[in-house]
């Protein structure tokens, strides 16, 4: 079922990106082993840059003409916050295996694969067609409340980042916050989400764990409350689990948590995932959960 990767090594980062330049790429990892699928042939570099830094908006639907201070700061509340966006796994892995296999540092002295093609669902849904598409939403959302947004791939056709890679880009973008969205291929009697916290390691000091733990709180109630889906069945407890194997949160120096939206086996929550309204509601309710530990 799992088949959990990490890797890293710090590359320079294909896809820069505006105002930050930032290298963006890389991926993490925790789910699915081998899936088939999706093809896609390894871009690197080049398209339209995935993380956009959010121009300096102006409160909307203001009928005046300078909106008050005031009501932009109600309006935007992420403003002046960096948040990293980093969709699990990507389009081209599974046509690349020898990059995507490759030894990269996952932290607390190990070496894992570079990343993993993700799962999917029984009618062939993508684990990285669905978080692409969650971390989509999710950043048009987390921009509206203010935020400026780094994702850490472009688009759902090339291949990677590496794990390391993909915690690089939080560090570098020196993110408020960061998460990594996934989803799972357990048994199908299997259901729930969980949001998977940095353990304790060589690598993430007590300061940064209780961060991210707090920001695991804060996803974790409001995916549940905006999705209405279960805790985890399978894994972890009360919909929260801690690792230590994990290079996108070994190496991540910034507060990172990780999800696992749900499980790609089940039959009913595939369907769930596989429907974009649901979709929706889940990249609002992370969007809730990084606002709230925000603030
Ligand atoms: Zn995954």
């Known amino acids: 079922m799992r088949t959990k990767r990490a890797a890293a090594a710090l590359t320079s980062g294909f896809w820069r990106t505006g105002v930050l330049s930032l290298a963006l790429l890389m991926a993490a990892t925790a789910c699915g082993g081998a899936g088939p699928d999706a093809g896609g042939s390894p871009s690197a570099a080049g398209g339209s840059a995935a993380a956009t830094p959010s121009p300096s908006p102006t409160a909307s639907d203001s009928p005046a003409a300078s909106p008050s201070p005031a009501r ?46 993700g799962t999917q669902t029984n009618a062939g849904y993508t684990e990285h067609a669905f978080a692409w598409d969650v971390a989509k939403r999710l950043n048009k959302r987390l921009r509206a409340l203010g935020a400026t947004t780094v994702l850490t791939r472009k688009n759902d056709k090339g291949m990677g980042p590496c794990v390391n890679e993909r915690a690089a880009i939080g560090n570098e973008a020196e993110a408020d916050a960061a998460i990594s969205i996934h989803a799972d291929g357990a048994p199908a009697s299997a259901r729930g989400f969980h949001v998977i916290m940095p353990g304790r390691g060589s690598d993430v000091t007590a300061a940064l764990a209780a961060d991210s733990r707090r920001l695991g709180l804060a996803v974790r109630s409001a995916y549940r409350s905006g999705t209405r889906s279960p805790y985890s069945t399978y894994l972890g407890r009360n919909g929260l689990d801690t690792r230590t194997d994990l ?49």
């Open 72 to 117: 932009t700061a109600a309006a935007q509340p992420l403003r002046g916050k960096v948040v990293t966006i980093d969709p699990g796994h990507n389009g081209g892995n599974a046509s690349a295996p020898e990059e995507i296999n490759r030894q990269v540092p996952a932290g607390n002295g190990a070496r894992k694969a570079c990343d993993t093609t």
């Open 247 to 295: 290079g996108g949160l070994n190496l991540s120096t910034v507060p990172k948590v990780f999800i696992e939206c749900g499980n790609m086996r089940n039959s009913a929550e595939a369907a769930r995932m596989s429907s974009a309204r649901f979709r929706q509601r889940a990249a609002d309710a992370l969007a809730d959960g990084i606002a709230t530990y925000l603030r």
